[in-house]
């Protein structure tokens, strides 16, 4: 069973060739968005699979250019339980508009916590601790991807009861590998971040989530059937979760 709880199918060169290929091989997809205006086109990606959920996205790299679409945001919110992607980006070349990121974010939060909460896939590049206190008090289930925060972040996170979703590009760094040895086993989910994420200068598809599952292995020492079958059980009591 693959799982890939972070990807940008809308943005592949062949997207319903992509969506058609993961029907077949029967993947699970979190296909996230950028922008609220992108969700309407890209849920038609999922129409004629179960496996295939769409999610309602504000993107902190181009939240300065896209403020204006949080009404359209809300107005979309109640026809789905997942969002991403959403967040906050450090790093330097969004820092500049880090308020505009702020008050979008927040925004989004606000009407998340009104509605009740949702699955949510956050963005926390270098702004990790920002993006916690936000969480602070939220209603829904937050699913860090790709997480690169310090430790001290990551064990903040794990304990508010954060999920994360980590993938080849992740576990390619020593980092990444330390960070996952450290998320507890029953928090870890996999994902790519398709096609913005890349190996060997290729991007990841959605059942590139499965080379995850070779790396995982050696942290957790299992076999990579039985990492699968703790993912796919995670996966099931994260969609029990709410
Ligand atoms: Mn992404």
């Known amino acids: 069973m693959i799982i890939d709880m972070h990807c940008h199918l809308d943005l592949y060169s062949d997207p319903y060739k992509v ?16 922008t609220p205006k992108a969700w309407n086109g890209t849920s038609k990606l999922a129409e004629d ?14 939240a300065h250019q896209r403020a204006h679409e949080v009404e359209l945001f809300d107005a979309l919110l ?32 606000k009407s998340i916590d009104r509605e009740g909460g949702r699955y949510m896939s956050i963005h926390s590049r270098l702004s990790a601790n920002a993006v916690l206190d ?19 972040e990551l064990k903040r996170a794990i304990d508010m009861g954060c999920w994360f979703s980590v993938g080849p590009a992740m576990l390619a760094t020593k980092k990444g590998m330390s960070l996952v040895s450290e998320i507890p086993m029953d928090h870890v989910l996999t994902e790519t971040d398709g096609p913005f ?7 990841l598809f959605p059942w ?22 703790v993912i796919f059980n995670n996966f099931k009591s994260l969609l029990c979760s709410s």
């Open 134 to 152: 936000e969480l602070e008090g939220i209603a829904g289930t937050p699913i860090l991807h790709w997480f690169s925060g310090t430790k001290k």
């Open 197 to 203: 994420a890349k190996i060997s200068r290729k991007p």
């Open 78 to 109: 109640p026809s789905t339980k997942y969002i991403g992607e959403i967040g906050l980006d450090g790093s330097k070349e969004y820092k500049e508009h880090w308020n505009i990121q702020l008050k979008v974010f927040r925004h989004i939060l």
């Open 49 to 62: 699979s179960q496996r295939i959920r769409t999610a309602l996205g504000l993107h902190p790299q181009i």
């Open 19 to 34: 969506a058609a290929e993961c029907k077949e091989r029967g993947i699970y997809v979190l296909s996230v968005t950028t």
């Open 208 to 229: 590139d989530a499965e080379l995850s599952i070779k790396q995982i292995s050696d942290i957790w020492k299992l076999r990579e059937e039985e990492s699968r079958e």
